[in-house]
């Protein structure tokens, strides 16, 4: 099985802050770094670090260069991503002094990709790969339908979510993974703790797919069909939450391919996560399969 990761380029720009900057305040950064990140690849460098054959492909600027080098040292294949003379797309982080992160995107790149590109990179897979997708680049929709001409193993984490979600063909969709939030507007639930009912509709909605719901400090939890599971999380010392529900989904999707169970996997990921969270940065905060494994 091959694993494609079909998402987000991005360069983030880290600003460490004493707290998340209010509406019409200035308030100076206590320390700026910039690193490699967006969903897309954050996922493709969890998904690699876990032991899996991971694909990128998207779009991005010269100015990326090396993010796709570290990518590659992962051992990532980014054979398909399109290099364009545009700018690659910048997320601008802040982190405030109790790890708490706000995030706001420019797409860059993840903006630009064409239909003729993606027809061009689904060529070389088929049946029985793996795809996996964010909604942070275009022709989302176009994507999920051509994988599943395909009959590739469809993945979508719907973040950021936004109405246009309930335009994609969903039911195509093998693998949901989203958190709190996104989990109750799919399923048509105002914000809410009760991570049962979210299951509940959501596996009612979508009978046939996964879904894995992270609820930060609640833990996570798995349904399909009448099948339910959940883990707590794994306590470790917060330095960094950046990445780590990137890493929590690659290596859910890595311990399932393997052969773990529902239950085995999301014990993983949550082990996997607590490892990230405890360390700085996105994909250099993402463990090693032997780490966790």
Same mark, same amino acid.
């Given at each position: 099985?091959?694993?494609?990761?079909?998402?987000?380029?991005?360069?983030?720009?880290?600003?460490?802050?004493?707290?998340?900057?209010?509406?019409?305040?200035?308030?100076?950064?206590?320390?700026?770094?910039?690193?490699?990140?967006?969903?897309?690849? *954050?996922?493709?460098?969890?998904? $690699?670090? #876990? %032991? !899996?054959?991971?694909?990128?492909?998207?779009? &991005?600027?010269?100015?990326?260069?090396?993010?796709?080098?570290?990518?590659?040292?992962?051992?990532?294949?980014?054979?398909?991503?399109?290099?364009?003379?545009?700018?690659?797309?910048?997320?601008?982080?802040?982190?405030?002094?109790?790890?708490?992160?706000?995030?706001?995107?420019?797409?860059?790149?993840?903006?630009?990709?064409?239909?003729?590109?993606?027809?061009?990179?689904?060529?070389?897979?088929?049946?029985?790969?793996?795809?996996?997708?964010?909604?942070?680049i275009v022709h989302l929709g176009e994507i999920i339908g051509a994988a599943a001409e395909r009959e590739m193993v469809i993945c979508l984490n719907p973040s950021p979510y936004n109405?246009?979600?309930?335009?994609?063909?969903?039911?195509?969709?093998?693998?949901?993974?989203? *958190?709190?939030?996104?989990?109750? $507007?799919? #399923? %048509? !639930?105002?914000?809410?703790?009760?991570?049962? &009912?979210?299951?509940?509709?959501?596996?009612?909605?979508?009978?046939?797919?996964?879904?894995?719901?992270?609820?930060?400090?609640?833990?996570?939890?798995?349904?399909?069909?009448?099948?339910?599971?959940?883990?707590?999380?794994?306590?470790?010392?917060?330095?960094?939450?950046?990445?780590?529900?990137?890493?929590?989904?690659?290596?859910?999707?890595?311990?399932?391919?393997?052969?773990?169970?529902?239950?085995?996997?999301?014990?993983?990921?949550?082990?996997?996560?607590?490892i990230a969270v405890s360390r700085p940065g996105a994909m250099a905060s993402v463990p090693r399969a032997d780490e966790v494994f």
């Open positions: 099985m091959k694993v494609l990761v079909y998402g987000s380029i991005n360069i983030d720009m880290n600003y460490h802050v004493d707290h998340i900057v209010l509406p019409g305040e200035t308030i100076s950064a206590l320390k700026f770094e910039k690193s490699a990140g967006g969903k897309g690849a *954050n996922q493709a460098a969890a998904l $690699a670090k #876990a %032991g !899996l054959e991971v694909y990128m492909a998207g779009k &991005a600027g010269r100015d990326g260069d090396f993010l796709l080098e570290l990518l590659r040292s992962y051992g990532v294949n980014t054979g398909h991503v399109a290099v364009y003379e545009g700018p690659t797309g910048h997320a601008i982080i802040q982190l405030d002094k109790n790890k708490q992160n706000s995030i706001f995107l420019f797409s860059g790149g993840n903006g630009e990709i064409t239909l003729e590109e993606i027809d061009s990179t689904l060529e070389s897979f088929g049946k029985g790969d793996l795809i996996v997708l964010q909604n942070e109405p246009d979600i309930e335009t994609l063909p969903l039911e195509r969709v093998n693998v949901f993974f989203v *958190n709190e939030i996104e989990g109750a $507007a799919m #399923a %048509g !639930l105002p914000a809410c703790r009760d991570f049962q &009912a979210i299951l509940e509709r959501l596996a009612a909605r979508f009978p046939a797919a996964e879904f894995i719901l992270t609820a930060g400090p609640e833990g996570a939890f798995y349904a399909r069909g009448k099948e339910r599971a959940g883990a707590p999380i794994v306590e470790s010392p917060v330095l960094d939450t950046v990445g780590a529900g990137d890493t929590f989904s690659g290596y859910f999707i890595a311990a399932r391919s393997r052969g773990y169970t529902p239950q085995e996997a999301l014990d993983l990921a949550a082990r996997a996560a607590s």
